[in-house]
């Protein structure tokens, strides 16, 4: 079992940064998939970040990409997503979601139901 704590939201202006962190415990292993999705008022929930939590190649959603970056410092089981440059759109509530599989990019999955655990969630709100 893997449990997820999701922190660092806030209310910030656009153009501020925000550092999102989520803490893993439980047990996680090196061939997992660490993922950031957010979800908007009255929209689906989308992709934005992911990567091997044994480290390698991430991937980010064109949406975000060049603002928001995604990181793990596996010594102290915690994922993080800086997200730069904010913008009234990226009001949302951030998950965490960590999948049990993980063979190579592919498996970076966009696909929030290929996950298998997520957190509660920490809200980010941008104002104009």
């Known amino acids: 079992q893997v449990q997820l704590v999701e922190s660092g939201g806030g209310l910030v202006q656009t153009g501020d940064s925000l550092n999102l962190r989520c803490e893993v415990s439980g047990r996680i292993l090196s061939g997992y998939v660490m993922g950031w999705f957010r979800q908007a008022p009255g929209k689906e929930r989308e992709f934005v970040a992911a990567l091997p939590w044994m480290g390698g190649r991430t991937d980010t959603a064109d949406s975000v990409k060049g603002r928001f970056y995604i990181s793990r410092l596996s010594s102290k089981n915690t994922l993080y997503l800086q997200m730069n440059s904010l913008k009234p759109e990226d009001t949302a509530m951030y998950y965490c979601?960590?999948?049990?599989?993980?063979?190579?990019?592919?498996?970076?999955?966009?696909?929030?139901?290929?996950?298998?655990?997520w957190g509660q969630g920490t809200q980010v709100t941008v104002s104009s």
């Open positions: 979601a960590a999948r049990e599989y993980y063979r190579d990019y592919k498996s970076l999955s966009h696909q929030s139901e290929e996950y298998d655990y």
